[in-house]
T-cell receptor, first 113, second 114 residues
């Protein structure tokens, strides 16, 4: 069935470090892929969308690239700041036709000043 | 501004009691969703709806019912609440398959069943 896998439950970095969060998916067809960010006490909000048409998405200094060969769409940022501390979720709209948004288990990012 | 509003923000319920969580959206989206969020599990889909009068089971529907009386409103109902249903619940709306297919989430309802 459709699934999204995030292996990194927690990541701790210092300001100006490079961020890389790994995400892989499993589905048939061509999925629509997202990265959501959730700040403490709030609901998830869209960070960026990656389409199979352009293979890339970017927003607020974050970038994700879709790789059909490895079924991955990792999130990266060159230089993180303390305000980036949040939970990051990769997500996918299932290709089964039900339009379910399937989430990975989330990565808690903590950026130390 | 288009939004998804959940109520209540916090709820304490007793085991065996009935709980109704409400969600209202002003996005004019056809689809609405209820998720629960638990540590280590991320967000898991409970029920969703394609429009007024429609409800569909998600991945973890047991112990929950849903109601979509109108385009704007989607409720999650726990007929007999249990402590295992203690969680944070999120409602979302979206129109996947369109040019702007992201989902908009509410701020969540924190439910404690004692």
């Amino acid at each position: 069935g459709d699934s999204v896998i995030q292996m990194q439950g927690q990541v701790t970095l210092s300001e100006n470090d490079f961020l890389f969060i790994n995400c892989t998916y499993s589905t048939t067809g061509y999925p629509t892929l997202f990265w959501y960010v959730q700040y403490s006490g709030e609901g998830p909000q869209l960070l960026l969308q990656v389409t199979t048409a352009n293979n890339k998405g970017s927003s607020r200094g974050f970038e994700a690239t879709y790789d059909k060969g490895t079924t991955s769409f990792h999130l990266q940022k060159t230089s993180v700041q303390e305000i980036d501390s949040a939970v990051y979720y990769c997500a996918m709209i299932a290709s089964s036709g039900s339009w379910q948004l399937i989430f990975g288990s989330g990565t808690q990012l903590t950026v130390m000043p | 501004e288009a939004a998804v509003t959940q109520s209540p923000r916090n709820k304490v319920a007793v085991t065996g009691g009935k709980v109704t969580l409400s969600c209202n959206q002003t996005n004019n989206h056809n689809n609405m969703y209820w998720y629960r969020q638990d540590t280590g599990h991320g967000l898991r889909l409970i029920h969703y709806s394609y429009g007024a009068g429609s409800t569909e089971k998600g991945d973890i529907p047991d112990g929950y019912k849903a109601s979509r009386p109108s385009q704007e409103n989607f409720s999650l109902i726990l007929e007999l609440a249990t402590p295992s249903q203690t969680s944070v619940y999120f409602c979302a709306s979206g129109d996947p398959g369109t040019a702007n297919s992201d989902y908009t989430f509410g701020s969540g309802t924190r439910l404690l069943v004692i």
